[in-house]
């Protein structure tokens, strides 16, 4: 395993950002389709620069950093990212976010790279509540949340402003205990 390879899957790889990623990160957020229900607008290559530089400290989950920005690797090639931050320390929660190339869709990737980042967050002695949130318009996102054993708590209608329209928000979580059991997950040494 690569010092930088975090997790890996049956058929992914789920390391941690490179500078040489750009290119590829780039193809995918400056997608329309993708970039639609994300935060940011399709990504140019100074936005993509921007986004790594914030993305490559993002190393680990414990303190003082809390977070953890990964690339999901197919064969290779990048694929999507998945990434797991602390939002808020006292109450021992992480939230996790994903993005995922249409072109690598349907072959269930996105499931078992989010189920691998689920596995890290709760391999975290001291992580009890994993959240996600999504654009409700994002019916892929919400299957997959669905999928991994993410249990949907709120609906937030009108919430957020993004891109010229209100938006409603979905909430998921799912807790430590709640944690179906999954296959083993490969991990960097400690």
């Given at each position: 395993?690569?010092?930088?390879?975090?997790?890996?899957?049956?058929?992914?790889?789920?390391?941690?950002?490179?500078?040489?990623?750009?290119?590829?990160?780039?193809?995918?957020?400056?997608?329309?389709?993708?970039?639609?229900?994300?935060?940011?607008?399709?990504?140019?290559?100074?936005?993509?620069?921007?986004?790594?530089?914030?993305?490559?400290?993002?190393?680990?989950?414990?303190?003082?950093?809390?977070?953890?920005?990964?690339?999901?690797?197919?064969?290779?090639?990048?694929?999507?990212?998945?990434?797991?931050?602390?939002?808020?320390?006292?109450?021992?929660?992480?939230?996790?976010g994903w993005t995922l190339d249409p072109a690598h869709?349907?072959?269930?990737y996105a499931t078992e790279a989010v189920a691998a980042g689920l596995r890290?967050?709760?391999?975290?002695?001291?992580?009890?509540?994993?959240?996600?949130?999504?654009?409700?318009?994002?019916?892929?996102?919400?299957?997959?949340?669905?999928?991994?054993?993410?249990?949907?708590?709120?609906?937030?209608?009108?919430?957020?402003?993004?891109?010229?329209?209100?938006?409603?928000?979905?909430?998921?979580?799912?807790?430590?205990?709640?944690?179906?059991?999954?296959?083993?997950?490969?991990?960097?040494?400690?």
């Amino acid at each position: 395993m690569d010092s930088d390879t975090v997790a890996t899957t049956p058929r992914l790889t789920l390391r941690l950002h490179r500078s040489s990623d750009l290119a590829r990160l780039v193809a995918i957020h400056s997608r329309p389709d993708v970039a639609r229900y994300l935060l940011q607008d399709p990504w140019t290559l100074e936005d993509g620069e921007a986004q790594l530089e914030r993305r490559l400290p993002r190393t680990d989950l414990a303190e003082p950093v809390g977070a953890l920005a990964l690339v999901v690797e197919r064969e290779g090639l990048l694929i999507g990212t998945v990434s797991l931050w602390r939002t808020e320390q006292e109450r021992r929660t992480v939230e996790i976010g994903w993005t995922l190339d249409p072109a690598h869709g349907g072959g269930g990737y996105a499931t078992e790279a989010v189920a691998a980042g689920l596995r890290l967050a709760f391999g975290q002695d001291d992580v009890h509540r994993v959240t996600a949130q999504l654009d409700a318009r994002n019916a892929a996102s919400e299957r997959l949340a669905v999928r991994v054993g993410i249990r949907q708590e709120a609906h937030h209608r009108q919430d957020f402003w993004s891109k010229g329209e209100w938006t409603d928000t979905l909430v998921f979580a799912v807790l430590a205990d709640e944690q179906r059991p999954r296959q083993a997950l490969d991990r960097r040494p400690d």
